[in-house]
């Protein structure tokens, strides 16, 4: 199986700090990643796919890099409703693995 | 727009086996390339992919669970069917059905709401 590892596990900024997350695969997955959020007691949310490009309906705040086995999730402006656990998806090869989980949370 | 709603038992008891149904509109999985999929959370978890049916009955599974579920599609009635045998505590989690595609844009990007299913005695 692909391990995704997700850093840091949590973190804690402010209203229009510059975020990012990064997410490392085991072995190299090319750019078969999606990021996702997750607010408290709702379903994940489809941010990025194939490592860049931006899901429809998504602000361009929000932007992806990375091929291989690092990536990278950035939050140019954090808003208040961006407080929420971001997830990492490798769907290179089967089977489908997620990465740990990112808690934002308000500085 | 896609829209996908899971239903099913909110307690089951150890042993017994787990039946939940992924009922959704927007699509068929008649469709060239469509497929649905079941995640799960355990509470305070992370995400979990369980099983992935495809519009032409191919279906994948975690290798840790394979033994244990079963998927299968009715197209009539655009849903889709996870069976989980043996069930244990560890199951204690909030399942969610995604819709996917075979080509182009392969991430989950559409889920339901999800359903919390509970293990006890």
């Known amino acids: 199986d692909i391990q995704m590892t997700q850093s840091p596990s949590s973190l804690s900024a402010s209203v229009g700090d510059r975020v990012t997350i990064t997410c490392r695969a085991s072995q190299d997955i090319s750019r078969w990643l999606a990021w996702y959020q997750q607010k408290p007691e709702k379903a994940p949310k489809a941010l990025i796919y194939d490592a860049s490009n931006l899901q429809s309906g998504v602000p361009a705040r929000f932007s992806g890099s990375g091929s291989g086995t690092d990536f990278t999730l950035t939050i140019s402006s954090l808003q208040a409703e961006d407080f929420a656990t971001y997830y990492c998806?490798?769907?290179?090869?089967?089977?489908?693995?997620f990465g740990g989980g990112t808690k934002v949370e308000i500085k | 727009q896609i829209t996908l709603k899971e239903s099913g038992p909110t307690l089951v008891k150890p042993t017994q086996t787990l039946t939940l149904t992924c009922t959704f509109s927007?699509?068929?999985?008649?469709?060239?390339?469509?497929?649905v999929a079941w995640i799960r959370q355990p509470p305070g978890k992370a995400l979990e992919w369980l099983a992935l049916i495809y519009w032409d009955d191919d279906k994948r599974y975690s290798p840790s669970l394979k033994s244990r579920l079963t998927i299968s599609k009715d197209t009539s009635k655009n849903q889709v069917v996870l069976t989980m045998t043996n069930v244990d505590p560890v199951d204690t989690a909030t399942y969610y059905c995604?819709?996917?595609?075979?080509?182009?844009?392969?991430?989950?990007?559409?889920w339901g709401q999800g359903t919390l299913v509970t293990v006890s005695s």
């Open positions: 927007g699509f068929s999985l008649s469709t060239n390339g469509v497929g």
């Open positions: 998806q490798q769907y290179n090869r089967y089977p489908l693995t």
């Open positions: 995604a819709h996917r595609l075979s080509f182009g844009e392969l991430h989950f990007d559409s």
